[in-house]
């Protein structure tokens, strides 16, 4: 039987494997290419180009976010129990109390965004506030805490700067290709080969990438279920949590696809996360409630 320990190694054994598998996918796409075009600079100065982009994007993320959703911050005296419930949390989980904003809409959700625990904010929409029971509401305040203390946007910003290469390499590719390359390429027979699979792989790679940064997006929510139930002792509260999130078919207004990974479920959506066939599923950013409620009531 699951049990909430389990299911943290389970997921962070996952989570190795896909940064691991992404590791080694791009270091045998840039090899692929810088062969077939004997240019052996564009590897490295993709990665340079993109971590520098990722980096300002991770210093300012959390503004940017707040910005877009329009949240604004509320103090201890404009809603003393949910400041109580994250202090508490925050107690057991050794965190710092992360800054709470909240969202003026009706759809229930909420988000965690900061570069670190020290830098973190937990964001609220009123309609989650509303609808929830506190058990409920400490069940998603514990889940989102879970995020800041795995630094999972951390994570998730090294895995942006990882898409970014890929995604230049390729460019970088089909561009040089179709100009012709370097005289120094290899020749012959080896040299069509290496081409025409670079030129296959600059199409595919951006796709492949974007589907591994997904699935991590999806396996880090499961980690964060697991964790918050830890924190809490109380797997239920999130679980039914999440069931009531999606019960309620009201997309959020200020989400969007940039912003969408971040919330613990997907605000684009009606919330309720039934599976739709392996394939389809390759392309969600969190994992199918459904599931997500049935990990929680096995633990």
């Known amino acids: 039987m699951a049990t909430t320990y389990t299911e943290i190694s389970s997921n962070k054994r996952r989570t190795v494997s896909l940064i691991l598998g992404f590791l080694v996918f791009i270091i045998a796409l840039g090899w692929i290419f810088s062969r077939a075009l004997g240019m052996y600079w564009i590897f490295p100065a993709a990665i340079i180009f993109a971590s520098v982009q990722a980096l300002v994007s991770y210093w300012y993320s959390d503004k940017v976010t707040l910005a877009v959703s329009g949240a604004k911050p509320i103090s201890r005296e404009e809603n003393v129990a949910l400041f109580r419930i994250i202090e508490n949390l925050c107690i057991t989980a050794g965190l710092p109390t992360p800054r709470i904003y909240i969202i003026n809409d009706p759809a229930p959700n909420a988000f965690a965004t900061g570069r670190d625990p020290q830098h973190a904010v937990i964001c609220f929409t009123t309609g989650i506030l509303d609808k929830l029971e506190k058990p409920e509401l400490e069940g998603v305040a514990a889940h989102e805490l879970s995020h800041i203390g795995n630094y999972d946007i951390r994570l998730m910003t090294v895995i942006v700067i990882l898409v970014g290469v890929v995604a230049l390499v390729s460019d970088w590719f089909l561009r040089i290709s179709f100009f012709g390359g370097d005289d120094n ?44 139930a830890l924190l809490t002792r109380y797997p239920e509260g999130l679980a039914l949590a999440l069931e009531k999130i999606s019960a309620d078919t009201r997309p959020l207004k200020a989400a969007n696809k940039a912003t969408a990974h971040l919330y613990i479920t997907n605000p684009l959506t009606d919330h309720k996360g039934t599976s739709r066939g392996w394939f389809a599923g390759l392309f969600d950013t969190h994992p199918p409630i459904e599931e997500r409620i049935k990990r929680l009531r096995e633990m």
Do not use: H, K, T, W
């Open 185 to 228: 390429r290899d020749s012959g027979q080896l040299g069509l080969i290496l081409m025409i699979v670079g030129i296959v792989l600059a199409i595919l790679a951006p796709i492949f990438a974007i589907i591994l940064q997904l699935a991590l997006s999806r396996n880090r929510e499961y980690l964060a279920d697991s964790s918050g």
